[in-house]
């Protein structure tokens, strides 16, 4: 991420269990070397590498360029 890089609030709703496990995994990872010390560094570092798994094997290894419109709310794409 560039260090210029703003950051911006988003709003998702996720399973309960999967919050309830994350918050676990921070509080008994956050002191040691390579864990997380908050749930945004977590949701940062899961999301960086499932863009970069995506990128692999659906945009020839190139990261996806930032997208420039508004993003479509709603219903799931497909």
Same mark, same amino acid.
Do not use: Q
């Given at each position: /991420?560039? #260090?210029?890089?703003?950051?911006i609030a988003r709003t998702f709703l996720m399973p309960r269990t999967l #919050?309830? =496990?994350?918050? =676990?995994?921070? +509080?008994r990872t956050g002191g040691l070397p390579g864990g997380y010390k908050s /749930?945004?560094?977590? #949701?940062?570092? *899961?999301? *960086?590498?499932?863009?970069?798994? +995506? ?13 420039? *419109?508004?993003?479509? #709310? ?5």
């Amino acid at each position: /991420m560039p #260090v210029d890089d703003a950051k911006i609030a988003r709003t998702f709703l996720m399973p309960r269990t999967l #919050v309830k =496990t994350a918050e =676990t995994a921070v +509080l008994r990872t956050g002191g040691l070397p390579g864990g997380y010390k908050s /749930m945004a560094a977590l #949701v940062n570092g *899961a999301l *960086a590498r499932e863009l970069e798994r +995506l990128a692999g094997e659906f945009n020839d290894g190139e990261p996806f360029p930032p997208n420039g *419109a508004e993003f479509r #709310v709603g219903r799931p794409l497909g």
